[in-house]
T-cell receptor, first 110, second 115 residues
Framework: AQSVSQHNHHVILSEAASLELGCNYSYGGTVNLFWYVQYPGQHLQLLLK??????LVKGIKGFEAEFIKSKFSFNLRKPSVQWSDTAEYFC????????FGKGTRLHILP | GAVVSQHPSRVICKSGTSVKIECRSLDFQATTMFWYRQFPKKSLMLMATSNEGSKATYEQGVEKDKFLINHASLTLSTLTVTSAHPEDSSFYIC???????????FGPGTRLTVT
């Protein structure tokens, strides 16, 4: 069965620091990969997605993610975080159904 | 665009009663809607997938007689928690997709508390 693992449950960074959130999945076939974000008090929103093509995907708000097939990874990155990036981030994989990781709570210190 | 609403946002009910939660796609037609349950400090758990006009497909371990799902139109799906118990207290989230399940738009969620 597919599974998604996010390595960090809680990350605390200062503003302007660089961010990388890990995501690994277990499935050998073709997958579609997503990162969703949930800001405090708001609903889940799509940050970026990968279906095919260029493995480096650019999303909203300066986020990007790189699909590395050999490592079954889809890590999320941002070169310089802002206080407003404080949120919970979910990695997700779809094949037949969507499977979410447990989420990473990101807290940015002003 | 692609806005999904849920109603109510918060509900408190007594044990043994039933509660209905609505999920609406406001500006698009959703061929498929999904219901999730989010546990504290845990991921979203897919409960069921519903396609308009047909019976919902439930995930393993989800009681279909307890969690009744109706997808009566392309813009509305309802989840009814029947004979609710305190262990059903949770955050329920719906999402809607226009084609397949590859891109879902999420509702804001409904916090259910069963006393």
């Amino acid at each position: 069965a597919q599974s998604v693992s996010q390595h960090n449950h809680h990350v605390i960074l200062s503003e302007a620091a660089s961010l990388e959130l890990g995501c690994n999945y277990s499935y050998g076939g073709t997958v579609n990969l997503f990162w969703y974000v949930q800001y405090p008090g708001q609903h889940l929103q799509l940050l970026l997605k990968y279906f095919s093509g260029d493995p480096l995907v650019k999303g909203i708000k300066g986020f990007e993610a790189e699909f590395i097939k050999s490592k079954f990874s889809f890590n999320l990155r941002k070169p310089s975080v802002q206080w407003s990036d404080t949120a919970e981030y979910f990695c997700a994989v779809t094949d037949d159904k969507i499977i979410f990781g447990k989420g990473t709570r990101l807290h940015i210190l002003p | 665009g692609a806005v999904v609403s849920q109603h109510p946002s918060r509900v408190i009910c007594k044990s043994g009663t039933s509660v209905k939660i609505e999920c609406r796609s406001l500006d698009f037609q959703a061929t498929t809607m999904f219901w999730y349950r989010q546990f504290p400090k845990k991921s979203l758990m897919l409960m069921a997938t519903s396609n308009e006009g047909s019976k919902a497909t439930y995930e393993q371990g989800v009681e279909k007689d307890k969690f009744l799902i109706n997808h009566a139109s392309l813009t509305l799906s309802t989840l009814t928690v029947t004979s609710a118990h305190p262990e059903d207290s949770s955050f329920y989230i719906c999402s809607a997709a226009t084609s397949g399940r590859y891109e879902q738009y999420f509702g804001p969620g409904t916090r259910l508390t069963v006393t």
